[in-house]
């Protein structure tokens, strides 16, 4: 079986432009057939770190906002807080960030809720049924509360994952801290001691009385702690961070699982712009030149066959000269674009294990929209 994924390029004509491209395209993928009437609906996106200029524009989300209402649906634009240290790493500093990139209620049509609470703590345990590295995926309480989810991702080359898609945008991107950290480490977190000026804010954070201050450094038993991360944003001075030591395709496995607990007994919708493909994710506080020119919009109710769609597409496109990745194969394009700019990953193990758990291995079949 195999799922439509609904296309347009990026070409534009003078009466023409993307934003209606997108609503063409939208519409043509059959965002109207859902049922948004009195219905919370979460559009799920990437606020991009402040600094990083390649995250897609509020003017996106304004045109799935203005849809949303048009069904009577109530639409807000959400995402979760991250576990690493940078300026989406709580509530208040996350908003910050996205006020900064240009969302807000005007410019994206609705408002923003960070979807983990001020602590990265408000979450929803959702069990992934046939799931084989979680039992209960850690998911954002805004975004599990939600009627519908909608995502709108930005696609790019990950350095951990492979690339970045929709499955991403799901999987990681709703996690709570908790959930974050089940999918990117399996070990516990640490307190660098050069850094930790022994305030005590994380032993009163911590739950599970799983960190003493020893002579006025912080330190974590690794034997309580259970690996909530409270202790990350606690600390005033980023002196707890997480080893990011789990192997590229465990962690993509657990992020397809996390995908489907999101999704689960709910409808979703999903869209993805393939443009300024960066080497790395826009959790990067800079953007490097895109490694293949900019290739179109996708939009499909299949979060699996969207991401498909895009890697097949992106993967059969040209080499940017001046890119990272012209820099490591010069004009001889490689067969593999994403584990060439970023060796030690493997992203088709999305796919595998999609396949493996019930979502279906991403076969598509296209449709272009014009
Ligand atoms: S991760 Fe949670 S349990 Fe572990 S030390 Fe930090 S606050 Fe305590
Ligand atoms: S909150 Fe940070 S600085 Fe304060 S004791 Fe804990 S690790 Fe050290």
Same mark, same amino acid.
């Given at each position: 079986m195999s799922s439509k994924v609904y296309f347009t390029d990026m070409r534009t004509e003078e009466d023409d432009s993307l934003l209606k491209k997108l609503d063409r395209l939208v519409r043509a993928a059959?965002?109207?057939?859902?049922?948004?009437?009195?219905? @919370?609906?979460?559009?799920?996106?990437? /606020?991009?770190?402040?600094?990083?200029?390649?995250f897609l524009r509020a003017n996106y989300v304004r045109v799935l906002s203005d849809i949303i209402r048009e069904k009577g649906g109530i639409p807000f634009l959400t995402d979760c807080s991250t576990l690493y240290v940078g300026?989406?790493?709580?509530?208040?500093?996350?908003l910050d960030n996205a006020e900064l990139n240009g969302f807000n209620s005007v410019t994206a049509g609705c408002h923003v @809720?960070?979807?983990?609470?001020?602590?990265?703590?408000?979450?929803?345990?959702?069990?992934?049924?046939?799931?084989?590295?979680?039992?209960?995926a850690k998911i954002g309480r805004t975004i599990a509360d939600a009627d519908i989810v909608i995502t709108l991702n930005h696609f790019k080359c990950h350095e951990i994952t492979g690339f970045g898609g929709c499955l991403k945008n799901l999987g990681m991107g709703c996690a709570s801290r908790r959930g974050k950290m089940e999918l990117h480490a399996s070990g516990k977190p640490e307190v660098d001691p050069d850094v930790c000026r022994g305030c005590g804010k994380?032993?009163?954070? +911590?739950?599970?009385?799983? &960190?003493?201050?020893?002579?006025? %450094?912080?330190?974590?038993?690794?034997?309580? #702690? %259970?690996?909530?991360?409270?202790?990350?944003?606690?600390?005033? /001075?980023?002196?707890?961070?997480?080893? /990011?030591?789990?192997?590229?395709?465990?962690?993509? +496995?657990?992020?397809?699982?996390?995908?489907?607990?999101?999704?689960?007994?709910?409808?979703? @919708?999903?869209?993805?712009?393939?443009?300024?493909? %960066?080497?790395? #994710?826009?959790?990067?506080?800079?953007?490097?030149?895109? &490694?293949?020119?900019?290739?179109?919009? /996708?939009?499909?109710t299949d979060p699996v066959a969207i991401d498909r769609a895009c890697v097949e597409m992106a993967q059969e496109q040209p080499v940017i000269p001046g890119s990272k990745l012209h820099g490591i194969c010069g004009d001889v394009k490689p067969a593999d674009i994403f584990s060439t700019v970023n060796p030690r990953t493997r992203w088709e193990s999305h796919f595998e294990h999609s396949a493996r758990i019930g979502m279906g291995d991403g076969r598509f079949e296209l449709v272009r929209v014009g």
């Open positions: 059959g965002i109207t057939d859902l049922d948004m009437d009195r219905k @919370f609906v979460a559009v799920k996106m990437h /606020f991009g770190e402040y600094g990083n200029l390649a300026m989406r790493k709580n509530g208040i500093e996350h @809720f960070i979807g983990d609470g001020l602590r990265g703590d408000d979450e929803v345990e959702i069990p992934v049924e046939g799931g084989v590295y979680v039992e209960t994380c032993v009163k954070a +911590c739950a599970h009385e799983a &960190i003493i201050l020893d002579d006025g %450094t912080a330190e974590i038993v690794r034997e309580r #702690c %259970t690996g909530c991360g409270r202790c990350i944003s606690a600390c005033p /001075f980023d002196a707890v961070s997480i080893a /990011f030591d789990e192997e590229s395709a465990i962690v993509n +496995c657990k992020i397809v699982e996390y995908a489907k607990a999101v999704l689960a007994g709910r409808p979703g @919708f999903h869209i993805t712009v393939v443009a300024d493909v %960066t080497p790395y #994710c826009d959790c990067h506080s800079e953007n490097d030149v895109p &490694i293949i020119p900019n290739l179109g919009m /996708f939009a499909s």
